[in-house]
């Protein structure tokens, strides 16, 4: 019986999901850390998001999806000794965060038709994202990964090509705060801008 | 068509993006170098010392009868490597000294080799018969994958000969660990580096 219940709901939502207006991306994403940038500070270029929004009603302002999104951060540190109790350690090495996120997010949409190639919108995300902070040296490797809970602001516009073509152009900016931290490496509440540019798929 | 192109770009990025790692030419440039010591020694209570000329020791998991690695096994290692010892410790003080002299310390010089052999079984592509059934071919075979992991030390020791306890024990005063010496972009000068480096970073050696 509830076997015959989840598939007659999902097949429910797949229905719903089918029958509305839609979009789905994939874009480039560009982030800049803003917290703990002595362990890493510099913008990683090394990124992508991919989601999928389900607009609704028939006005287009609102949406709702999920974004999924990996990007790498990392940085060189030259040769530094650090103290211990009873000697010390001399090396150079690179901090490396290889971050995957999940967002349930929300967007509402600034248009005047429901039929224009041009819409903006912000939105609210929220979800959690892995981090594996990484320290490499030498042939050495030291990491320890967390997770944390993720809310990320965004702004942003798609573009349709045209009115006769499905395909778009995406752009957002966003902003990633995370109680990710990690002890070990004395790295607390992760957060980031981040620039994200790609291509959309509009199903209407 | 559309499809395939969004599955191209996700696929593409995914291999981009996903866990690259650093550029071995700037990992493997320099040694890392480990020091540690006995917090309840005074070197400067020590004035000489001994140590080889032309042979530095050997331990493997690999080769368990090797023991000693000479100018003959690595030709241009062992010699400078121990020159480059001498020199540190003479700056700091210590004389020079022949085993048979009595002298305070005895400087030890040995690499540790971890040789570890990994052997992975893979299952490839395991698949059911179909409906009319392709007996006797219900999954391809297994196969071995097996690689190597050759990593070591250079290891530095300085034990205390003038205080040798009554059970003819002796104590390691300071070790300087030097890695990794199998995976390097030039062995002898990182090594040499890594030598000098690890007297820099401890101050509290010498007269």
Same mark, same amino acid.
């Given at each position: 019986?509830?076997?015959?219940?989840?598939?007659?709901?999902?097949?429910?939502?797949?229905?719903?999901?089918?029958?509305?207006?839609?979009?789905?991306?994939?874009?480039?994403?560009?982030?800049?850390?803003?917290?703990?940038?002595?362990?890493?500070?510099?913008?990683?270029?090394?990124?992508?998001?991919?989601?999928?929004?389900?607009?609704?009603?028939?006005?287009?302002?609102f949406?709702?999806?999920?974004?999924?999104?990996?990007?790498?951060?990392?940085?060189?540190?030259p040769?530094?000794?650090?103290?211990?109790?009873?000697?010390?350690?001399?090396?150079?090495?690179?901090?490396?965060?290889?971050?995957?996120?999940?967002?349930?997010?929300?967007?509402?949409?600034?248009?005047?038709?429901?039929n224009?190639?041009?819409?903006?919108?912000?939105?609210m995300?929220?979800?959690?994202?892995?981090?594996?902070y990484?320290?490499?040296?030498?042939?050495?490797?030291?990491?320890?990964?967390?997770?944390?809970?993720?809310?990320?602001?965004?702004?942003?516009?798609?573009?349709?090509?045209?009115?006769?073509?499905?395909?778009?152009?995406?752009?957002?900016v966003?902003?990633?705060?995370?109680?990710?931290?990690?002890?070990?490496?004395?790295?607390?509440?992760?957060?980031?801008?981040?620039v994200?540019?790609?291509?959309?798929?509009?199903?209407? | 068509?559309?499809?395939?192109?969004?599955?191209?770009?996700?696929?593409?990025?995914?291999?981009?993006?996903?866990?690259?790692?650093p550029?071995?030419?700037?990992?493997?440039?320099?040694?890392?170098?480990?020091?540690?010591?006995?917090?309840?020694?005074?070197?400067?209570?020590?004035?000489?010392y001994?140590?080889?000329?032309?042979?530095?020791?050997?331990?493997?998991?690999?080769?368990?009868?090797?023991?000693?690695?000479?100018?003959?096994?690595?030709?241009?290692?062992?010699?400078? *490597?121990?020159?480059?010892?001498? &020199? @540190?410790?003479?700056?700091?003080?210590?004389? /020079? =000294?022949?085993?048979? +002299?009595?002298?305070?310390?005895?400087?030890?010089?040995?690499?540790?080799?971890?040789?570890?052999?990994?052997?992975?079984?893979?299952?490839?592509?395991?698949?059911?018969?179909?409906?009319?059934?392709?007996?006797?071919?219900?999954?391809?075979?297994?196969y071995?994958?097996?690689?190597?992991?050759?990593?070591?030390?250079?290891? *530095?020791?300085?034990?205390?000969? &003038? @205080?040798?306890?009554?059970?003819?024990?002796? /104590? =390691?005063l300071?070790? +300087?660990?030097?890695?990794?010496?199998?995976?390097?972009?030039?062995?002898?000068?990182?090594?040499?580096d890594?030598?000098?480096?690890?007297?820099?970073?401890?101050?509290?050696?010498?007269?």
């Amino acid at each position: 019986m509830k076997k015959i219940a989840i598939i007659v709901a999902l097949a429910c939502g797949c229905g719903l999901v089918q029958a509305q207006d839609n979009y789905f991306f994939v874009n480039w994403d560009i982030n800049t850390p803003m917290t703990n940038t002595n362990w890493i500070g510099s913008t990683s270029t090394r990124g992508i998001r991919g989601g999928y929004r389900a607009v609704i009603g028939p006005e287009r302002r609102f949406s709702a999806g999920l974004d999924v999104s990996w990007a790498t951060f990392s940085e060189y540190k030259p040769t530094e000794t650090f103290q211990q109790q009873a000697g010390a350690i001399t090396t150079d090495y690179f901090n490396y965060i290889y971050q995957l996120s999940f967002a349930a997010s929300g967007q509402y949409y600034f248009h005047k038709s429901s039929n224009e190639r041009f819409f903006s919108y912000v939105g609210m995300g929220l979800g959690a994202n892995q981090n594996k902070y990484t320290v490499f040296y030498n042939i050495y490797k030291d990491q320890h990964s967390a997770w944390g809970f993720l809310a990320r602001p965004e702004a942003g516009i798609l573009l349709r090509i045209s009115t006769r073509k499905r395909i778009g152009l995406m752009a957002a900016v966003h902003y990633d705060y995370s109680t990710n931290k990690s002890n070990d490496y004395n790295y607390s509440s992760f957060s980031a801008v981040g620039v994200s540019v790609g291509i959309m798929s509009m199903q209407w | 068509m559309k499809k395939n192109f969004f599955l191209f770009a996700l696929v593409v990025g995914l291999a981009w993006a996903c866990e690259p790692t650093p550029d071995n030419m700037k990992l493997l440039d320099q040694l890392v170098v480990q020091t540690h010591y006995d917090t309840e020694v005074n070197f400067t209570d020590y004035a000489t010392y001994s140590i080889s000329t032309d042979t530095i020791g050997f331990i493997s998991n690999a080769s368990p009868n090797d023991t000693i690695l000479t100018e003959h096994d690595t030709p241009g290692y062992p010699r400078p *490597v121990l020159q480059q010892v001498v &020199k @540190n410790l003479d700056q700091v003080g210590y004389t /020079r =000294v022949d085993k048979s +002299a009595n002298p305070d310390l005895g400087i030890n010089v040995y690499v540790v080799n971890d040789y570890n052999l990994f052997q992975q079984v893979v299952y490839p592509s395991y698949y059911y018969p179909s409906y009319y059934g392709y007996y006797g071919s219900y999954y391809n075979y297994p196969y071995v994958n097996t690689y190597a992991q050759n990593t070591g030390a250079l290891v *530095v020791e300085m034990v205390d000969l &003038k @205080n040798i306890g009554a059970d003819k024990k002796v /104590r =390691v005063l300071w070790t +300087a660990y030097l890695g990794d010496v199998y995976s390097t972009i030039s062995l002898l000068q990182e090594s040499t580096d890594a030598i000098d480096q690890a007297f820099h970073q401890s101050p509290y050696i010498g007269r």
